[in-house]
């Protein structure tokens, strides 16, 4: 397997992840376990897709993206799994926080390098944006994490279909 097939299945996990994300956005599953089980695979879906979205940019995103692809993979490293308390605070939202920190300081790498296309990055900051703003109204309350987990989600897939169409681009050319 050579470096454009492997870039291109990353950006396939991104897209499977990030569609996947914004499905349990809605509260369409009730079953527990299930409901754990699919986490755990968009996790590992959006651990391989930034791996190689970030590896595909490493070159232009300097300090701050490479901190910032660190801490993301730290943080989806520490919410995979069940819900737990072993160390007395909720590691899922601790880690979800951090990703979506991670994700900002990736946003801003992302658009100070004059990467495109921005879209990405831009709904990886629209998350943490609509989670705020709708978080401040009882009445929009409920909506803050559906609304986040949709640009979330979504800004994986613009990132994963990124990264796929110009892996299979280069795959075709060679």
């Known amino acids: 397997m050579n470096t454009t097939q492997l870039f291109t299945l990353s950006g396939f996990a991104a897209i499977a992840g990030g569609l996947l994300r914004i499905t349990v ?17 968009i996790d590992v879906l959006l651990t391989f897709g930034i791996i190689g979205i970030y590896l595909d940019r490493a070159a232009r ?4 993206g490479f901190a910032s ?22 590691t899922y939202e601790q880690g ?7 994700l900002v300081g990736l946003s801003i790498a992302w658009i100070s390098a004059g990467e495109r296309p921005i879209f990405a990055p831009v709904c990886w900051f629209a998350s943490v944006v609509a989670a705020g703003a709708l978080g401040l109204s009882p009445a929009t309350e409920p909506y803050g994490f559906m609304v986040a987990g949709i640009l979330f989600g979504l800004g994986f897939v613009l990132a994963g279909y990124d990264l796929a169409r110009r892996g299979s681009v280069a795959a075709g050319d060679a």
């Open 25 to 41: 956005a809605f509260p369409v599953i009730s079953d527990e376990i299930t409901l754990q089980w699919l986490y755990t695979g």
């Open 61 to 64: 995103l300097r300090i701050l």
């Open 69 to 90: 692809f660190v801490i993301a993979l730290a943080a989806l490293s520490f919410i995979g799994g069940p819900d737990a308390d072993p160390f007395g605070f909720s």
């Open 96 to 102: 979800a926080v951090t990703l979506t920190i991670a």
